[in-house]
């Protein structure tokens, strides 16, 4: 105890010394701290989703506007869809808040992802139990189901089989749990605790704004065998283009497209 008070009298009567030295400990633990955690997700916990070299990412590339983003509309999202050549599967996807509710519980929020029903096939993700959406659960219309992550169901739904089936209540609406995923999802969906269809309905943008072109969706998609992605990355430029020309109106029509690798 007495080296200790004599180490606090030293270092009191050198503040500026004493603040410079906590300050580049701080800095330190924490720079090692973020790089641990890079080098544990892409290192020793790499890509739980199938052959990751041939997933890829449509990006948004507009340099006169300062925007580079894995963004596009859903307006967008359906040309690509449907006109393309490359690609074995899309998907898209969005980042979501949920408010979640249980009996005798205070609600609280869930960071979650809405996404098409082709979402976990294009990842290669295969349900622990139950299984993933279906066309028919994706369009208007169409029943509200969710699939959760291992660690929600584990610690919110205690780890029981008797929760699959049942409804839990997100943003005040009943939804079946129809899935749960494997353990340790890998980024960028590692912290995602749900899983619900409707990306074309945001919570954060106005139905006219969905139809205005305004980016949202992050779309993944899988190369198809053979392609490169050299020529994957022409194509979508090209389908960039033509979206121009057709839909010029559109607040994203004069934003490049380009692709980069999931990975990347």
Known sequence: MNHFTHALRQLTKAPLLTTAAVLSL???ISANTALFTIFDQLILRPHSFSEPDTLVRVWSNNPKVGFAAPSVSWMKYE??????KVFALTAASTFSSFSYARPNAEPEQLVGQRVTESFFRVLGVEPLRGRGFSAEEDRPGGAFVAVVSHEFWQTRLGGLDSALGAPIRLNGTDHTLIGILPPHLSAPYNNAQVFITHTWEPAALLPSQVQAGASYLQITARLKPGVSFETANKEIAMLGVQYAGAFA?????????ELRTLTE
């Open 79 to 84: 040309v690509i869809r449907d006109s393309q």
């Open 26 to 28: 701080a800095l330190a």
């Open 249 to 257: 109106s559109r607040m994203d029509a004069q934003t490049p497209n």
